[in-house]
């Protein structure tokens, strides 16, 4: 009885995964922006739209700045708020699984090869976010044009409080969700146009300004890690 329910679950899992995989492929960033044109004049049900492509985003693997994007089409600067919100909100739970699967290998559960590399990874990312502190670590590598996610999982293996987490992620994303917003304001004229969304130079200037925040820290903890003792 129990074996049939183990191989049931994993039945489902499966479709579920099967189906995910199918959406992705077939409904792209692109498309689903496009499908949110003809809701822009309802800002009630373009909300509501916009909340569901939030709370799916993690599963497609979709970048954050889609729902920026998205938000300043259809509020322009005046949703920066509700944007930043969704942002922050899209990160709670790809965080909660990673954190999930952190508290197993830290509880010694998981005892493969693999894990203790990822053993190795967590206590790397636990020296680099005690030594610039949580919120300053989540904060500027959101800064760095790195995927969303990854960022998101890294804080929650090297241990990062829900709070600082955050609070880390509403400051390191607000520059992109700012750039997001901008996008989606003149999404129509930059289409005409054929011109580029984000311009590289903004991209660059984040990357920066991101390495000058985290340079210090990752100094401290990987090329001298007696420096913090001098």
Do not use: H, K, Q
Not at 79 to 94: D, I
């Amino acid at each position: 009885m129990n074996r049939r329910s183990t191989l049931g679950r994993y039945a489902v899992a499966g479709a579920a995964v099967a189906a995910l995989g199918a959406l992705a492929l077939a409904v792209s960033p692109e498309a689903a922006l496009s499908r949110l044109r003809w809701l822009a004049t309802e800002p009630l049900s373009f909300g509501v739209a916009v909340v569901a492509l939030a709370a799916v985003r993690p599963l497609l693997a979709w970048p954050t700045t889609l729902l920026a994007v998205a938000v300043g089409f259809g509020y322009g600067w005046v949703g920066t708020p509700f944007a930043l919100a969704l942002v922050v909100g899209t990160a709670l739970p790809p965080y909660a699984l990673a954190r999930a699967g952190r508290l197993r290998i830290r509880d010694g559960s998981e005892t493969t090869e693999g894990s203790g590399v990822a053993a190795r990874f967590c206590r790397a990312g636990e020296r680099f976010a005690a030594e610039s502190g949580s919120m300053r670590a989540v904060a500027g590598t959101r800064l760095l044009p790195l995927p969303s996610d990854a960022v998101t999982a890294g804080a929650a293996a090297a241990g990062v409080g829900v709070r600082p987490f955050l609070i880390g992620t509403a400051l390191g994303e607000l520059p992109w969700v700012l750039t997001g917003v901008a996008v989606g304001v003149s999404l129509d004229r930059l289409a005409a146009s054929g011109g580029s969304l984000v311009d590289p130079t903004v991209i660059l200037g984040m990357a920066a300004v991101g390495a000058l925040v985290l340079a210090g820290p990752l100094y401290r903890t990987f090329v001298r890690p007696d420096a913090t003792a001098a």
